[in-house]
């Protein structure tokens, strides 16, 4: 460990209100997050709103339910608006100690000539080194009281006993201006860890251009938290091998400063969509139906008893939640199915052959299902679409039996 890091472990991720935590800083959340736990340290929420006219309505709330949705939960929570007596304080010191000067009520902080403003980053543990004389002198606090966000960061993380800053490293740019203020005040840095940004396959920016989005939309459109924190984690960090899935209990318990990555990640939506796909196989039935009835689907005609049964067997077919509607809908949804003359006919045959079945099981309903086939000379997919609208889909025979016999005939009878 490097000498200036203090000896009990607090970090803090510091999002301003200004819009839908995306995936970037809901990394840098979670990377936080691992390096607290694994230290038994303390993760802290920051709301940086003291540039006030970017705030936006509802923001606040969407972070917080993001952290509660993933099961990053803060340990300590505050907001800088409420705290501008201290930036106030803090920036009187400075005036009393001739570091600034005053224009228009704005408190400006004076770059001292021919410093090397340098530090150790934790990211691939290399020497980041600054000139002052290219750092120009900045506003620490604007004419309307409230602090800009270089004071109120430094403030702060000394406040607050930070030992390790998070964050993306668009902010490296602002690292040599905090540690002149950490000279200017006699405080002792933290340790800085600039994660790269994220990037496109492009290699630009990570953007809704690249099929990125808030981390709410994700949630609604049916991944698991545990797949998303599991391919957030991989945007950042990994601990060496090929090892890929990890629980959250193994990330925090794998976590090592030296493992995070020191060059830009590329997202990729497809293996986000892959390793959905691969937690909704191993997720417990109980859970993917507290998850998929939170989702609002239109599931009403469908009792628990019926779910219960169909989510194992749509399980194995489903890259996100969402596709169980799509899935199971058919066979219970009444739509109108195009039917030509011969398949009409089937239809009603379907209907006689069904109805004779005595005990409605799988095996009896395959076995009327491959005579008509035989008879008619057909193939499942015109059975299918019969019976559902669509040609193809979950195993009919095994979703029939779910969905019950009157209900099936009544269904078919109604659509055709
Ligand atoms: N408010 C800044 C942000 O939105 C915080 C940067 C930092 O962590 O120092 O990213």
Redesign the pocket.
């Known amino acids: 460990m490097k000498d200036n890091t203090k000896s009990s472990i607090r970090v803090?991720?510091?999002?301003?209100p200004?819009g839908t935590p995306h995936i970037g800083?809901t990394r840098?959340a979670l990377l936080n997050y691992l390096f607290a736990k694994h230290n038994n340290g303390a993760f802290i929420l920051r709301i940086?709103d003291t540039d006030q006219a970017r705030i936006v309505e509802g923001a606040v709330e969407a972070i917080e339910e993001i952290l509660n949705w993933l099961g990053l939960v803060p340990d300590e929570r505050y907001v800088q608006s409420q705290r501008l007596d201290l930036y106030k304080e803090k920036a009187d010191e400075l005036v009393q100690k001739g570091l600034t000067k005053k224009e228009n009520g704005a408190v400006r902080f004076i770059i001292p000539n021919n410093r090397t403003l340098e530090w150790t980053d934790a990211v691939g543990n290399k020497k980041i080194s600054f000139h002052s004389n290219d750092v120009e002198d900045f506003i620490i606090l604007k004419s309307d009281g409230f602090p800009t966000?270089h004071l109120a960061?430094v403030v702060d993380d000394n406040d607050t006993n930070i030992s390790h800053?998070?964050?993306?490293e668009e902010?490296i740019s602002?690292t040599p201006k905090h540690l002149l203020l950490y000279q200017a005040f006699g405080w002792i840095p933290p340790v800085f860890v600039h994660l790269p940004v994220i990037v496109g396959p492009d290699k630009q920016k990570l953007s809704k251009r690249h099929g990125a989005k808030s981390v709410l939309d994700y949630r609604d459109e049916g991944y698991l938290k545990e797949a998303l924190l599991n391919f957030m984690v991989l945007l950042g960090w990994n601990p060496g091998g090929d090892r890929e899935i990890m629980s959250m209990e193994e990330m925090i318990q794998l976590f090592d400063l030296k493992d995070i990555n020191s060059s830009s990640p590329v997202f990729d939506a497809k293996k986000l969509e892959w390793m959905n796909g691969v937690y909704i196989r191993e997720a417990q039935i109980s859970n993917l139906k507290s998850q998929i009835l939170a989702q609002n689907l239109k599931l009403t005609e469908i009792s628990d008893a019926q779910l219960e049964k169909i989510i194992p067997i749509a399980q194995t077919r489903m890259k996100t939640l969402k596709e169980f509607n799509e899935l199971v809908m058919p066979f219970f949804e009444q739509v109108e199915i195009k039917l030509d003359d011969k398949e009409k006919e089937v239809a009603h045959t379907l209907v006689q052959s069904l109805a004779n079945v005595e005990v409605w099981n799988n095996e009896a309903i395959l076995v009327v299902l491959k005579q008509i086939m035989q008879g008619e000379k057909l193939r499942m997919p015109i059975l299918y679409k019969i019976l559902t609208g669509k040609e193809s889909g979950l195993p009919i025979s095994d979703m029939l039996e779910i969905v019950g016999k009157e209900k099936t005939l009544e269904k078919l009878i109604r659509s055709t």
């Not at 803090?12 to 301003?16: G, L």
């Not at 800053?165 to 993306?168: A, D, K, M």
């Open positions: 803090r991720i510091a999002p301003s200004t800083n840098t940086e966000y960061s800053v998070f964050r993306g902010w602002s």
